[in-house]
Nanobody, 116 residues
Framework: QVQLVESGGGLVQAGGSLRLSCAAS????????IGWYRQTPAKQREFIAA???????SYAGSVKGRFTISRDNANNTVYLQMNSLKPEDTGVYYC??????????WGQGTQVTVST
């Protein structure tokens, strides 16, 4: 089973940008879809964005137009470019193969903090 590891989080001011990386331990070529998710203390883990093996993308309404998901099959990495960040984007970001099931293994995630 391919393991996914998140990185790239940090502290940024509102309006700033960050690029998150989701690095796979093996080939992602055969993975149908990979998604990014965000968790905060106040909310359950929520869907942010996803990309299929064919490059089709989908986004949560709250990030559409600001975030861009992409995948680099050659480097087995999925990226989440986050622009125009808002304080409400703060949270721990995770990547996972879709669909998410009860058997999904969640990694450590990467913390994103957006200050006012």
């Amino acid at each position: 089973q391919v393991q996914l590891v998140e990185s790239g989080g940090g502290l940024v001011q509102a309006g700033g940008s960050l690029r998150l990386s989701c690095a796979a331990s093996g080939s992602i070529f055969s993975i149908n879809a990979i998604g990014w998710y965000r968790q905060t203390p106040a909310k359950q883990r929520e869907f942010i964005a996803a990309i299929t093996s064919g490059g089709d993308t989908s986004y949560a309404g709250s990030v559409k137009g600001r975030f861009t998901i992409s995948r680099d099959n050659a480097n087995n990495t999925v990226y989440l470019q986050m622009n125009s960040l808002k304080p409400e984007d703060t949270g721990v970001y995770y990547c996972a193969e879709r669909p998410v099931t009860i058997a999904t293994h969640w990694g450590q995630g990467t913390q994103v903090t957006v200050s006012t």
